[in-house]
């Protein structure tokens, strides 16, 4: 009879440990993501925004826990994203690079769907997020030597214009500053329907036109 008493209790007391154990794992819970840095600038204002092109940096996602409070490095859980691609990219394993499309700001997140119950994660059965900020400074043509002047596209129908130098990518970035005596050559590529383009504002020749930059100066290109 004692041995059988023994023999319960200690089949009570696994139990017990098990449950316990088990009640932990289930109440731990991820109760926000911080993302590390919390701010990124990409590139300079005397510098064209398609020249940041290729600029990145490693950003970390660290999650905080309660039941027990921990902190973990969550960095290659977590679902990244970016608000704006044309901006910034962020890739699975959080490197987030600029494109050289589009400047100004954006938020990169990192996301997770609790209650898988793996890597650690919680199992609340919530979505967890947390973000930074990533900002690519727009060119502005300014410099030691002032203000340069500045061409600006606008492009009708469908269809892209980029500049050699390179500063214009339109639609995107449609305007530049480059510096006085500058001599610019414009490509236009049609696309959709289009097939051909029309100039205004510069000298052109089929698909490409010519400027040499002395002031602020607008160019159209239609396409049809």
């Excluded at 088990?22 to 064209?48: H, M």
């Excluded at 890739?91 to 690079?97: E, V, W």
């Excluded at 900020?133 to 214009?161: E, K, R």
Aim: aromatic share 4%; glycine share 12%.
């Amino acid at each position: 009879m004692r041995a059988f008493l023994f023999r319960a209790i200690g089949t009570l007391v696994i139990a017990c440990s098990l449950v316990a154990a088990l009640s932990c794992a289930r109440d731990q819970q991820l109760e926000f993501i911080e993302v590390i840095p919390t701010t990124e600038t990409f590139g300079a204002s005397t510098i064209p925004v398609i020249d940041d092109t290729g600029l990145s940096v490693q950003a970390r996602a660290l999650g905080h826990y309660i039941h027990p409070p921990v902190v973990k490095d969550i960095t290659d859980q977590v679902t990244w994203g970016s608000n704006d691609p044309q901006m910034v990219i962020v890739n699975s394993t959080g490197l987030i690079t600029a494109v050289g499309n589009a400047c100004g700001s954006t938020i990169v997140s990192a996301t997770v769907q609790t209650g898988h119950g793996n890597g650690g994660r919680s199992s609340s059965g919530a979505i967890v997020t947390g973000s930074m900020t990533a900002n690519v400074v727009c060119f502005t043509g300014t410099g030691s030597g002032g203000t340069n002047p500045i061409l600006a596209v606008t492009v009708t129908g469908t269809g892209s214009v980029v500049s050699s130098p390179t500063g214009i990518s339109c639609p995107g970035i449609c305007s530049a500053g480059f510096a006085s005596g500058t001599p610019l050559t414009l490509t236009a590529t049609p696309s959709g329907s289009a097939t051909n383009v029309l100039w205004s504002g510069c000298a052109p020749t089929g698909l490409t036109c010519t400027i040499t930059l002395t002031a602020n100066s607008p160019v159209t290109a239609t396409f049809f």
